[in-house]
């Protein structure tokens, strides 16, 4: 078997174990990307593991990513994955002293000079200073300081793969786009390595909304005020969506909290209140669900909201833990969501306490923590509608900013 062949092996026990379809979707990868993490304590990108499951991926992953997968399977590293499926072939060698002496001696010499170059020699030195940490407003074009010792260096804006872009190594300056308003991490890479990371607050002046196409949508369509701001309430309706979505038809409305004000709260001791509905645009949607993403300096916390009866397509992610549907009862976690509900999440303690509708409140205790509150997002994938919102801080005290309105 040559090493692709171990590779596409070992996809497919992956994909059984954890009841994986063969074409994997975005919510797959992000969930692959939080159990290795759990389990290897090796931090795979969602972009790399993308690239390892496509078809037209040609290259062969780093060997600590490989040990990542193998590990996954139970395996104690890559090597022992592929000893454990070798098939043993039935010649025996024969050798005479000279050549196991020659054998042995080319061994020794190459085990020298792996050890002798290690990965810090191999990429040396690698610096990166963004111009400013905190911006406001999309789009946000931010200049990044750099040096390094390796050709062979990416620079990654965030979370998005196609944001990834090799850097001159004769070079010491670099621009890069933000178009989403987030709590980014700005990263250079080695292959999949990280090097460095630096952390790049897009920040908002109040709620921001936007329309974007499902997946990695490096064109988001920004909506204006009086698109998604009336009265009392946030809401996007089909006819703002209609000329997103052209790329995969699947158009997701997105609200975004991004003020420095919320950093005066704590991510693991605030509450957050707010009456949602949501709608489907087509029959084909019989399994709607948002998302509800809380992001802290430390760690994110994603909520799953789905239509009665949906809850096992989702994953409920807690700062590096996963809870899956297929494997964890989120049932407290469905309702009808054309209709109006109430959707609480309480954090304190590092204990989470999630409210939906008038189901009995689901409980989960973390042991990371969030960090100072930075970002609030919902995430829809029908019309959307936001009839009040609100934050409490430690001491059930309203959370009062400007940037809050119009609620």
């Given amino acids: 078997m040559t090493e692709k062949d171990y590779i596409s092996l070992c996809k497919k026990q992956i994909q059984a174990k954890f009841n994986l379809n063969s074409d994997l979707i975005e919510r797959d990868f992000e969930y692959l990307h939080d159990v ?26 780093q060997t600590k990513t490989l040990d990542a997968l193998a590990q996954l399977l ?9 000893r454990a499926h070798q098939a043993v072939g039935k010649k025996s060698i024969h050798m005479n002293a000279r050549s196991l002496a020659y054998i042995i001696g080319l061994v020794l010499l190459l085990s020298s ?43 990654e804006l965030s979370w998005n793969p196609y944001e990834r872009t090799r850097l001159d190594m004769d070079q010491n300056f670099y621009t890069g786009t933000y178009l989403y308003p987030d709590y980014h991490q700005a990263k250079l890479l080695h292959g999949e390595q990280v090097l460095v990371a630096s952390p790049i607050h897009v920040t908002t002046s109040g709620w921001h909304g936007l329309i974007m196409d499902a997946g990695y949508d490096t064109k988001p369509s920004y909506l204006d005020s009086i698109e998604f701001l009336s009265g009392e309430k ?32 704590s991510g693991d001791a605030f509450t957050l209140k707010a009456l949602v509905s949501s709608q489907a645009f087509s029959k084909e949607q019989t399994c709607l669900f948002y998302e509800v993403l809380i992001k802290g300096e430390n ?34 976690l469905s309702t009808e969501l054309s209709k109006e509900h109430q959707f609480n999440v309480q954090l304190k303690g590092n204990e989470m306490r999630i409210n939906v509708a008038n189901n009995p409140a689901l409980t989960i205790s973390y042991a990371n923590r ?10 829809f994938q029908g019309s959307s509608e936001i009839r009040s919102f609100e934050l409490l801080d430690e001491n059930g005290s309203r959370f009062e900013s400007s940037a809050l309105y119009p609620f």
């Fill in 74 to 82: 139970e395996h104690p590293g890559w090597h022992e994955f592929k």
């Fill in 370 to 379: 969030v960090g100072p509150l930075k970002v609030i997002k919902f995430i």
């Fill in 113 to 155: 000079i792996f050890l002798l170059t290690s990965t810090e020699e191999v990429v040396g030195e690698a610096i990166l200073i963004p111009e400013v940490l905190v911006y406001e407003g999309v789009p946000a074009t931010i200049g990044f300081h750099y040096s390094i010792k390796n050709p062979n260096i990416d620079i």
């Fill in 234 to 265: 946030l809401f996007v309706k089909k006819e703002s969506m209609a000329q997103a979505g052209e790329q995969s038809g699947i158009a997701l409305p997105v609200f975004t909290l991004s003020h420095t004000d919320l950093s005066s709260l």
């Fill in 36 to 61: 290795i993490l759990e389990e290897t304590q090796t931090d795979l990108s969602t972009s790399t593991l993308r690239r390892i499951w496509s078809d037209k991926n040609q290259s062969i992953p």
């Fill in 299 to 332: 760690g994110n916390i994603r909520v799953p909201v789905s239509q009665t009866g949906c809850y096992g397509l989702t994953d409920l992610k807690c700062v590096g833990e996963v809870f899956s549907g297929k494997q964890n009862d989120l049932s407290a």
